[in-house]
T-cell receptor, first 113, second 115 residues
Framework: DAKTTQPTSMDCAEGRAANLPCNHS???????VYWYRQIHSQGPQYIIH???NNETNEMASLIITEDRKSSTLILPHATLRDTAVYYC??????????????FGTGTRLQVFP | ETGVTQTPRHLVMGMTNKKSLKCEQH?????MYWYKQSAKKPLELMFV???????ENNSVPSRFSPECPNSSHLFLHLHTLQPEDSALYLC??????????????FGPGTRLTVL
């Protein structure tokens, strides 16, 4: 199963872009990169996912390198409410009952005023 | 009510008690999950149900007993728990685990304390 590596913590000033990196050097061709976040003592919240192309939605942008060995989640204008733990997950897709999300320890993003 | 709901939000129980956690999803999904999140540890997948059938038990002790009467409801029955079982228990649902892209949506969790 592909493993991800993320920095333990990051800081970002309110209103600035937050760029959260993730390394997944052993990713396979059929594995997606997912991002979730978890605000303190709440359930994780889905943010975005991608396979090869860059993706954007109302919450964030996902930039995946051409070799797919790393990606960056971008929150374009961070707010205090974006303070959370951000998880980068490679979804092990076996097309059946054994596929699952494996959460690591994530990056704790602190947005400061 | 929309999304994934969990009740109760907080639960304190003794080691000899029997209690149940409830999860309900209003998203029309077919798969439901129980996760455990202990303090300062990653989320651990416990059980998976797909179309009401249990498809995964991640070596969970028998003092945790899941039940899925239909695709919208999931229970976790608890009995004879230990203090180390104190954690945040999270429920999630997704459309269909057989698909290549299967986004999971989480409930707010039940904070369980075992005395």
């Amino acid at each position: 199963d592909a493993k991800t590596t993320q920095p333990t913590s990051m800081d970002c000033a309110e209103g600035r872009a937050a760029n959260l990196p993730c390394n997944h050097s052993t990713i396979s061709g059929n594995e997606y990169v997912y991002w979730y976040r978890q605000i303190h003592s709440q359930g994780p919240q889905y943010i975005i996912h991608g396979l090869k192309n860059n993706e954007t939605n109302e919450m964030a942008s996902l930039i995946i390198t051409e070799d797919r060995k790393s990606s960056t989640l971008i929150l374009p204008h961070a707010t205090l409410r974006d303070t959370a733990v951000y998880y980068c997950i490679v979804r092990v897709d076996r097309g059946g009952n054994t596929d699952k999300l494996i959460f690591g320890t994530g990056t704790r993003l602190q947005v400061f005023p | 009510e929309t999304g994934v709901t969990q009740t109760p939000r907080h639960l304190v129980m003794g080691m000899t008690n029997k209690k149940s956690l409830k999860c309900e999803q209003h998203l029309g999904h077919n798969a439901m999950y129980w996760y455990k999140q202990s303090a300062k540890k990653p989320l651990e997948l416990m059980f998976v149900y797909n179309f009401k059938e249990q498809t995964e038990n991640n070596s969970v002790p028998s003092r945790f007993s899941p039940e899925c009467p239909n695709s919208s409801h999931l229970f976790l029955h608890l009995h004879t728990l230990q203090p180390e079982d104190s954690a945040l228990y999270l429920c999630a649902s997704s459309q269909d685990r057989a698909g290549p892209v299967d986004t999971q949506y989480f409930g707010p969790g039940t904070r369980l304390t075992v005395l």
